[in-house]
């Protein structure tokens, strides 16, 4: 015959696991991570326009009010691009060097804005411009 052993679950173990099922329910909380913001311009962006060089895309960072990033374009490539944010308005320069190209807009919704660029390599002509993201 057999003797019986009772079988105990060691506290440590179930304390693990309980912390362990915590921590899973925490991350399959209704909680999820926040999208872009009429208010933040941070985020790649891709833009269409009459502009020669169209289409383009704009990858920004916005700390406050000032905007910092990258442009690229068909010909140009930038990594000096700074402006400014002031909602729901943005004026944004793309330097090249040798021009600049100036992107002046408002934001429509989240993922929308929409303006003008221009460039006095090209008259300072304004060529109509959306942007999204």
């Not at 704009?58 to 406050?64: A, D, E, I, R, W």
Request: glycine share 10%; with cysteine; aromatic share 8%.
């Amino acid at each position: 015959m057999r003797e019986r052993v009772d079988w105990h679950w060691p506290k440590a173990r179930t304390a693990a696991i309980i912390a362990l099922l915590l921590v899973a329910a925490l991350g399959c909380g209704s909680r999820s991570p926040s999208g872009p913001t009429v208010a933040d311009m941070t985020g790649q962006w891709t833009g269409t326009s009459t502009y020669p060089n169209a289409p383009f895309s704009l990858t920004l960072t916005q700390v406050g009010g000032t905007l910092r990033g990258e442009y690229a374009d068909a010909l140009d490539r930038s990594r000096s691009v700074t402006g400014t944010f002031t909602g729901p308005a943005f004026t944004i320069v793309v330097d090249f060097g040798d021009a600049k190209l100036n992107l002046n807009g408002t934001m429509l919704d989240a993922r929308t804005a929409q303006g003008v660029m221009f460039t006095s390599a090209l008259g300072n002509r304004q060529f109509p411009m959306t942007m999204t993201r």
